[in-house]
């Protein structure tokens, strides 16, 4: 069974800090790397993708993926009460046929 | 354009009913997804739609049909529901259907409630 495995938290940070989410992956053969944030009732919403070691910065939130230590890591710069949210891992598996969801770390900024 | 829209966001219904979900999307995606989230909990692959034709199908009980008239369309259709098949469902659709390397844009969901 291939795993994606996310701390449930939640993860409490002050506004204006940085929150470190985490994510690691049991499939080495494994490509594709997804962020999403789900606010409570909606629907997940891509925040970022990443594909090759390294980091990827867009606006706030720095992606970092490390193939050899097989984690995946989402940053968030300056967070903001609005940031709060569940925010969900997704892994391509290399022998499977979709993707593979951690089960999403909460996040809550406060004030 | 990353939108997927999906009818009705709420949808409430007996054991015996039959209804339908609707999904759509106008930006040219050749594969269309249904998922299943419980709350909190992540979601779980119901069926994958790749050129309209249904790839894959993750052992879903027959009382869940999907169907994809077109390439901008997928449906899921309901039939003899029991109480526990409440959930979000929710329909996603990316560029190609390449073993989860592409990327999936979701729909808002239907909220569904089984009486």
């Known amino acids: 069974q291939k795993e994606v495995e996310q701390n449930s938290g939640p993860l409490s940070v002050p506004e204006g800090a940085i929150a470190s989410l985490n994510c690691t992956y049991s499939d080495r053969g494994s490509q594709s790397f997804f962020w999403y944030r789900q606010y409570s009732g909606k629907s997940p919403e891509l925040i970022m993708f990443?594909?090759?070691?390294g980091d990827k910065e867009d606006g706030r939130f720095t992606a970092q993926l490390n193939k050899a230590s097989q984690y995946v890591s989402l940053l968030i710069r300056d967070s903001q009460p609005s940031d709060s949210a569940t925010y969900l891992c997704?892994?391509?598996?290399?022998?499977?046929?979709?993707?593979?969801f951690g089960k999403g770390t909460s996040l809550l900024v406060t004030p | 354009d990353t939108e997927v829209t999906q009818t009705p966001k709420h949808l409430v219904m007996g054991m015996t009913n039959k209804k339908s979900l609707k999904c759509e999307q106008h930006m040219g995606h050749r594969a269309m997804y249904w998922y299943k989230q419980k709350a909190k909990k992540p979601p779980e692959l119901m069926f994958v739609y790749s050129y309209e034709k249904l790839s894959i199908n993750e052992s879903v009980p027959s009382r869940f049909s999907p169907e994809c008239p077109n390439s901008s369309l997928l449906n899921l259709h309901l039939h003899a529901l029991q109480p526990e098949d409440s959930a979000l469902y929710l329909c996603?659709?990316?560029?190609?259907?390449?073993?989860?390397?592409?990327?999936?844009?979701f729909g808002p969901g239907t909220r569904l409630l089984v009486l």
């Open positions: 997704a892994v391509n598996t290399d022998s499977g046929y979709a993707l593979n």
């Open positions: 990443i594909y090759s070691n």
């Open positions: 996603a659709s990316s560029q190609e259907w390449r073993e989860g390397q592409e990327t999936q844009y």
